[in-house]
């Protein structure tokens, strides 16, 4: 063998051997963990009637009869894994189109738990039903009060104050603010009857001042004085004359389901707002009916038109999001406030024309 062929074999043998090591290294690279999360398409649910796998109503209203609904007005989700990402895991994802890769420190800000994160986004879905709720209340017309919001099926005031009364006194004071109930009530013992002071909200006496006995019942775990078993606002709001229980507390977070849970509402007790169609769409919502813009809404889009819809609500402030990323088949309409939301679906459903983004 001459010394130019045994050259080459040793460059060759180098050649394999950095081969393989590069190929070690590029699948140990492939397989490490990133600071990413991977983003998907959740599941819909129409909140007209159940979410799938459900049984029980999305939205229950008691005390008052509710209409015979038809199509869809699903609110839309967004899914992601709470494991860790390898490098390999990021680039299918960022390829395949209908997921997004963000960095794990957008939904899991540093110095905070998962568990942290999973508690406040219960809260805020919790607060945007209650948001969602007075929004209705106030866009059917209900004026603004303190009063009772809902009434605790075995509290001290089941069968006796109803949803929708406005509270005037208790115990022969004025009760006619949070703060003068509040302290009230914390004076008081369990056990002990007052009089309670109401303007009935509900039919057939509305605006009829009536004169209730309660027998009150211990407070909340933690709180001191004497329990009425109702829930009143902070704040005077808008008061339906009807309690709304909203559910999927457990199984959603966050807050921007507001929207579609106010017109669910509002489809339920007043008017037809889908004519059979398939609606859905996203929005934060403010007591006030303001709609704010979300995350994920491209994302959300997409879970939308895989779910059958052809109407998607989007938040005005979501507009530069939308734009260039709908999906086939999907109509997008903008949204500011409920009151725009209804409206536009009232043009929808007679052909006229509809804000888009």
């Not at 059979?276 to 009916?289: D, K, V």
Request: hydrophobic share 40%; charged share 15%.
């Amino acid at each position: 063998m001459t010394s130019a062929t045994r050259g080459v074999s040793r460059r060759v043998r180098t050649l394999i051997v950095c081969g393989a090591l590069f190929v070690v290294l590029l699948i140990l690279t492939m397989t490490l963990p990133v600071p990413y999360v991977v983003l998907s398409p959740g599941p819909t649910c129409n909140t007209l009637t159940t979410c799938p796998g459900e049984t029980e109503q999305i939205i229950q209203v008691l005390g008052r009869p509710t209409r015979q609904t038809s199509g869809n007005l699903n609110l839309t989700t967004v899914s992601y894994s709470t494991s860790r990402l390898t490098v390999f895991d990021a680039l299918r994802a960022w390829v395949a189109g209908d997921e997004a890769v963000v960095p794990r420190s957008a939904l899991f800000p540093p110095g905070t738990t998962t568990q942290q994160v999973n508690t406040q986004n219960s809260n805020d879905f919790s607060a945007s039903q209650e948001d969602a709720v007075v929004a209705a209340a106030c866009e059917l017309g209900y004026k603004k009060a303190f009063g009772v919001l809902s009434v605790l099926s075995k509290g001290p005031s089941a069968g006796i104050l109803r949803a929708g009364d406005v509270l005037k006194q208790v115990a022969g004071k004025p009760a006619d603010t949070y703060p003068r109930l509040k302290a009230i009530l914390g004076a008081e013992t369990p056990g002990t009857s007052v009089r309670v002071v109401i303007v009935r909200n509900t039919s057939p006496t509305v605006g009829a001042t009536h004169t209730v006995t309660v027998k009150l019942g211990a407070p909340p775990k933690g709180a001191t004085g004497a329990s009425m078993g109702i829930t009143v606002p902070p704040t005077p709001e808008c008061l339906a004359p009807y309690e709304v229980n909203l559910g999927l507390n457990d199984q959603i977070g966050g807050p921007s389901a507001g929207m579609m849970f106010a017109l669910g509402i509002i489809d339920k007790v007043s008017e037809n707002l889908t004519k059979g169609r398939f609606i859905a769409g996203t929005g934060t919502i403010s007591p006030e009916g303001a709609v704010g813009p979300i995350g994920g809404i491209q994302l959300k889009m997409i879970a939308a038109q895989r779910a059958g819809a052809t109407l998607f609500l989007a938040p005005a402030g979501n507009c530069t999001d939308v734009a260039g990323a709908i999906p086939s088949g999907l109509q997008v309409v903008k949204v500011s406030t409920l009151h725009g939301a209804i409206q536009a679906l009232r043009a929808s459903a007679k052909g006229r024309p509809v804000p888009h983004c």
